[in-house]
């Protein structure tokens, strides 16, 4: 028997058929078109499905179910999409539309959080009981697991870690909110602050790669420059790890996981950010002689989202 | 059937016997006489569970467990208290000192997390599967509880809500770091910011009521004051709520519960707390359109301690 997850994003619709042990057999996409508007955008999805059985020549009895990450806020019990700001989508009956097409159970998360559920079953976050995972890219979203299963509130709309208030009355949130972590510890916060770096520095390492000009900055860049020791970018990277490690410690005097686990686009910087987060961390930490959460990359990179949708049935 | 709760604090041990409705049936308490060190302190707690019983006329057959609410950590696995800043307590081994004396099963669990179990089971968060206590006195304690149970963490150091960090680079705290939640949501702060405002204005109700004497000065006269209209008081009561509610948005986003009640010494502000707070809370919630957690005075006061104490054998 398989599941299928797919990974809903704005740009590509990348779905995969998994077996037990949680492996993608195969992959299947297609482009979103988000001005088409919810209702073709789930009938593609449910098509997917059918694309993705017939090039693994499985039948649709050997598919036990779907799941689908969101990248907003899904109401699993009703199977309505309540919110998603970059897909532009308010109280969407997915799972109605969804079943008209291909009539298997659905299941509905959010991304981060279906991420952060993969791999805690597959990945790096493998036997852990308690664990949270953090994408680090245009936002910063978080996936819970508590005792192995998801964790996302009582009404779903937990687990927004990108919404904790790390500076009060600080920086212009898009949640309406000052100050909320996200601001400073995204990859968006690094493209923010190396341009000003550039701006700043000329002479920097930042400003030659990106031929001065501030919108081909890149976080990758910074990350970059600042592995190589250019000044400018060792500055931005200190002051996000600063902010970054805060966000960790709550978290860590909070929930006390066995492990925080790294993903999205800025923990592709690997050991280099790991290593000065830990360095940081141990300076902050509350029970110095207890044993603490680790931080790791996480493991499954992209695949993370597919893996984590299509365990949605058994781990919900 | 009966089981026993034990509330230790720095200045009294109480301890209550408590039927399987969560009720108090009946209460002792000696002096914890800190000075003497662990061990006399632990034979205390059990001797105090047979005065207890010989009062209620019960027999010892008749109680099936005991529990302990400790002011710092303790590991229920190992039944070693960690680490009691308080009470100067390091690995100290509770259960086996106190089951020499008074042989039941013991459970222990910081006083926090205690106290928020009771408020889930037989109080305020009563019928919440998600709930959040806080108990807002000399620092910011917390008590998290998921699917009806106590949620600690992997290495029993979770729900330390006080020590999340609201300001980055802010005020110094005790645990070592700087910028914690605890140290603008206490009634410490409170306190601090009330003598601050007495220096700054002699003419304030403050100064009145504490007769100028800054070691006069309490949480409780300031909220009094700033209740009364006092100008210099209603600003620190202002930016009081501002930091409470701060971190009660982080709490939102983080865990979605259905109620975060609030407990300790200044919630005896009662209404004019929580109206001011909700009234924040309005403006700075992400989801708006989306039920979210209300906020409530814990309803058991000071003998949450003993009910959730009572209560770890059957929900831990």
Same mark, same amino acid.
Not at 17 to 37: C, F, N, W, Y
Not at 208 to 219: I, L, R, S
Not at 244 to 258: H, K, Y
């Given at each position: 028997?398989?599941?299928?997850?797919?990974?809903?994003?704005?740009t590509?619709?990348?779905?995969g %058929?998994v077996?037990?042990?949680?492996?993608?057999? /195969? !992959?299947a996409?297609?482009?979103? /078109?988000?001005?088409?508007?919810? #209702?073709?955008?789930?009938?593609? =999805?449910?098509k997917?499905?059918?694309t993705l059985?017939?090039?693994?020549?499985?039948?649709?009895?050997?598919v036990e179910?779907?799941?689908?990450?969101i990248?907003g806020?899904?109401? *699993?019990?009703?199977?309505? @999409? @309540? &919110?998603?700001?970059n897909?532009?989508? /308010? /109280? @969407?009956?997915?799972?109605?539309?969804?079943?008209?097409? &291909?009539?298997?159970? %659905?299941?509905?998360e959010n991304?981060?959080?279906?991420?952060?559920?993969?791999?805690?079953?597959?990945?790096?976050?493998?036997?852990?009981? *308690?664990?949270?995972?953090?994408t680090?890219?245009?936002?910063l979203?978080?996936?819970?697991?508590?005792?192995?299963k @998801?964790?996302s509130?009582?009404?779903?709309?937990?687990?927004?870690?990108?919404?904790?208030i790390?500076?009060?009355?600080?920086?212009?949130?898009?949640?309406? *909110? !000052?100050?909320?972590?996200?601001?400073?510890?995204?990859?968006? +916060?690094?493209?923010?602050?190396?341009?000003?770096? =550039?701006?700043?520095h000329?002479e920097?390492?930042?400003a030659k790669? +990106?031929d001065?000009?501030?919108?081909?900055?890149?976080?990758?860049?910074?990350?970059?420059?600042a592995k190589?020791?250019?000044p400018?970018?060792?500055?931005? &990277?200190?002051?996000?790890?600063?902010?970054l490690t805060a966000?960790?410690?709550?978290?860590?005097?909070?929930?006390?996981?066995?492990?925080?686990? %790294?993903?999205?686009?800025?923990?592709?910087?690997?050991? &280099?950010?790991? !290593?000065?987060?830990? #360095? #940081?961390?141990? !300076?902050?930490?509350?029970?110095?002689?207890?044993?603490? +959460?680790r931080?790791e990359?996480?493991?499954?990179? *992209?695949?993370?989202?597919?893996?984590?949708?299509? =365990?949605?049935?058994?781990?919900?």
């Amino acid at each position: 028997m398989y599941t299928i997850g797919i990974d809903l994003g704005g740009t590509n619709i990348a779905a995969g %058929l998994v077996d037990k042990s949680g492996q993608i057999t /195969h !992959k299947a996409s297609v482009p979103t /078109h988000l001005e088409r508007g919810p #209702e073709p955008i789930i009938v593609d =999805m449910a098509k997917l499905c059918r694309t993705l059985i017939t090039q693994a020549g499985v039948s649709e009895d050997e598919v036990e179910n779907v799941g689908i990450g969101i990248p907003g806020i899904a109401n *699993n019990d009703t199977g309505v @999409v @309540v &919110f998603c700001t970059n897909l532009g989508w /308010h /109280h @969407v009956p997915l799972r109605e539309i969804f079943q008209r097409i &291909f009539n298997k159970p %659905l299941y509905m998360e959010n991304d981060a959080t279906v991420a952060g559920l993969a791999e805690a079953v597959a990945g790096i976050s493998k036997d852990c009981k *308690n664990s949270i995972f953090l994408t680090l890219g245009t936002g910063l979203g978080g996936g819970i697991v508590i005792d192995g299963k @998801v964790y996302s509130g009582s009404h779903h709309v937990g687990s927004e870690l990108g919404h904790m208030i790390v500076v009060v009355d600080g920086e212009q949130c898009t949640c309406g *909110n !000052k100050g909320c972590w996200e601001r400073y510890a995204s990859g968006t +916060a690094i493209i923010n602050n190396g341009r000003k770096a =550039m701006a700043k520095h000329p002479e920097s390492k930042i400003a030659k790669d +990106a031929d001065g000009d501030p919108e081909k900055v890149t976080a990758r860049i910074v990350l970059d420059a600042a592995k190589a020791g250019d000044p400018a970018a060792v500055e931005v &990277f200190r002051e996000y790890v600063k902010y970054l490690t805060a966000g960790i410690v709550s978290l860590i005097n909070v929930f006390d996981p066995e492990i925080i686990s %790294l993903g999205g686009g800025v923990s592709g910087a690997g050991e &280099f950010l790991v !290593k000065a987060v830990r #360095e #940081e961390l141990s !300076k902050l930490i509350f029970y110095k002689d207890v044993t603490y +959460a680790r931080v790791e990359i996480a493991s499954l990179g *992209n695949d993370a989202g597919i893996i984590g949708a299509a =365990m949605m049935g058994s781990r919900a």
